[in-house]
């Protein structure tokens, strides 16, 4: 059984090629969101309707503790601003968890709603997007105690 509680969301403090996991460890709520888009490849031989996979619309969203003194949070707030890439890595547990799965891409951060009400701890809603670069969009196994990384 997995828990929610055990999924990290890190972010590469080091070069894409030799990467420095680092978990952004003021997220609370987390959803990854991978929906493919479909064509229609139908043709006269069926009447059946045929569709094939085309791209697929991967996005983060959660919310993230609201500190000034959180390098995570402090990070992706310099990034919603400078509207900078970060290189990302979203797992269903840790970086040494063999049989853990997720992605890896270089994305922005948006910033959405954040509750400021006199009872409230106060946490920023955010949304991560895959953005054009040069490093490819990947899905992520952990085997043997370490990320394995294969292109989408």
């Known amino acids: ?14 070069t894409y090629g030799s ?22 490849a139908s043709t006269r031989a069926s009447r059946l309707k045929a569709m094939m996979k085309t ?3 991967l996005n983060i969203t959660g919310k993230v503790r609201v500190s000034l003194a959180g390098t995570g949070y402090l990070a992706l707030a310099a ?3 400078a509207d900078s890439v970060i290189d990302f890595l979203v797992l269903d547990g840790t970086t040494v968890t063999d049989g853990v799965t997720g992605y890896r891409f270089d994305g922005q951060v ?12 106060e946490y920023q ?3 991560l997007v895959p953005s054009p670069s040069a490093n490819l969009f990947k899905t992520v196994t952990v085997a043997s105690s370490a990320p394995v990384f294969t292109t989408i």
């Open 79 to 81: 990034a919603h601003i």
């Open 125 to 127: 809603d955010f949304k």
């Open 19 to 40: 990467p420095t996991w680092t978990v952004i460890d003021e997220v609370s709520d987390l959803t990854v969101n991978s929906a493919w888009d479909f064509a229609d």
């Open 55 to 57: 791209q697929m619309d």
């Open 1 to 14: 059984m997995r828990l929610g509680i055990n999924c990290k969301l890190y972010r590469n403090t080091g």
């Open 110 to 121: 948006a910033f959405d709603s954040e509750d400021q009400s006199l009872g409230a701890v």
